[in-house]
Each structure stands twice: as structure tokens, then as C-alpha cells.
């Protein structure tokens, strides 16, 4: 078995086990879903009463936005795991099992999929009872779907790089807020960014949850000519721009986490 083999069959191993870990802790699960609803409830009944989106329903556009800002915080699970495990030892463990090097991180971001797909499904049914409708085809919306779980996953290996480097869990919740508030809220998930100011549109345009979120708008037909959207590239090829992204996440943090990995076992 050579060491793509092993870590792959070594991953589905930590995977399985993650997922027992959801199973034996059901809080997780639980605030997990609701975290969620409620800000679909929270958005589409706050928001949604004090913004008018021409030709479109505030609701439908504000979906799309909910969407990525829960895959977004879905992806920072896998850090926290990571953290957890390096805190209370589990780590050490692994070290002494004749078990691949990347299998931890296989298994800890595959495993995060379960948890995005949930999340997401919880989401698109609270979308539909508060007026959420896809406008487009079912391979449309699939492939829409697709991408968003596609970006949670290479966002997660992100996330793994900040668990492994921080290592405490504590510390880690207050960084991960730091980061994915922004992030989510300096974007077009919740207000059309043409409208922003000039520095925070440009930042808006380039900020990869932007891109992401209009994929998803298009893709599920929640867009109207009305609504002026912004001329920047990511904006216009927003499909493309999200996969471009997720590919130099992947490039990027798949090497340096797993460096960092082998940097976290060996003190």
C-alpha cells in the first residue's frame, strides 16, 4: 500500500471516528442545525422588513448569503477538532499507531462534510418556510449545492492550518471570530456590495465569499435585473471565481497543514 493509499484508508478510519464523536455528543449536533435557522429567522424577519431588493424578494436574496456564511462557519469545526485533540493528548495517541501522517487531517476534514451537508439542509427547509424558492433547474441547483459543500471543504483545510498553529481551543474561538465575521459580513451575503462605499466594495468584490455567494444566487435563479451588481471580474464569472478560489485554498493549505501537523506532533 503505497502513501496515498494509506492515508486515504487511514483517513476513512479518523473519519468514521469523528463521526461516532457527533453520534456520542448530540449538543453539537443540535446547535449546530440552529445555529442556522436562526439567522435565517433572525435575517429574513429583521432585515427583510426594513430592505427592499427591486424585482426580487429580500428573502430569496438573502439566502444565498446564509448559505455561505454557514459553510463558512461549518469549515472552522475542523480547526477546533483539531485543537481539541491536541489539548487533551488524542494526538499523541495517533503518534503511536502504525497509521499515516495525513490520516488526521483526511479524517478530520472529510468528516466536517457531514456536518456542512446537515447544516445545510436544516437551512434550505427553514429557507422554503419563510418564502425561499429555487428559480432555476434541478442540476442547476444541484451543482449549487455542490459548491457550496466543495468550498466548506477547502476552507476547512484553511481552518486546519489556524487550529494546528494556535492549538488552544479557547483561543482559538475568539481568532475564528475575528476572522470569519468580517469575512462573511464584508461581502454580498446580506446587502448588495454595489452599494457599499468604495474601499468596502473593492474589498467585497476580491473577498472569495462575495464570489460564492453570488455562484449560489445565479445558480439558484435568486437574481434580478434590477438588482445592480458590481462590474468586478470575481462578480461576473462568480462561478468560476469560486472554484479558482477553492483550488488555491486546496494549493495552499493542504501542504502547509499538514506541515504544520508534523510540526504540532513533534514538540
Known sequence: MNAVQMAVVDGVTIAKRNVIKIKR?????????????????????????VIDMPGISYREFLIAGIFTQTVIFGGTWTGLGLAEDLQKGIIDR???????????????TASDI?????????????????????RTSFW???????????FAYAFSWVMA??????????????AVFMVTFPLTFIANTFANSAEFPTVLRHIADWN?????????????GNTSPDVPISDAW?????ELASLLWMAVMLIVFV?????????????
Not at 451537508?117 to 437551512?123: D, K, Q, R, Y
Not at 499538514?258 to 513533534?266: C, E, N, P, T
Request: charged letters at 10%.
Open 25 to 49: 455528543v448530540p449538543d453539537l449536533l443540535v446547535f449546530t442545525i440552529m445555529s442556522p435557522i436562526m439567522f435565517v429567522l433572525l435575517f429574513a424577519y429583521v432585515f427583510g422588513s
Open 94 to 108: 495517533f503518534r503511536s499507531l502504525p497509521m499515516s501522517p495525513a490520516a488526521v487531517l483526511v479524517g478530520r
Open 114 to 134: 457531514i456536518i456542512n451537508v446537515i447544516s445545510l439542509v436544516a437551512m434550505a427547509l427553514t429557507g422554503l418556510l419563510v418564502g425561499w424558492r429555487i
Open 140 to 150: 442547476e441547483a444541484a451543482a449549487g449545492f455542490a459548491l457550496l459543500v466543495l
Open 161 to 174: 492550518v489556524v487550529g494546528l498553529w494556535i492549538r488552544t481551543p479557547e483561543i482559538y474561538n475568539n
Open 208 to 220: 472569495p465569499v462575495s464570489a460564492l455567494t453570488q455562484a449560489v444566487r445565479e445558480l439558484f
Open 234 to 238: 470575481p462578480i461576473q464569472n462568480a
Open 255 to 267: 501542504p502547509l497543514a499538514i506541515w504544520r501537523y508534523q510540526k504540532a506532533v513533534s514538540r
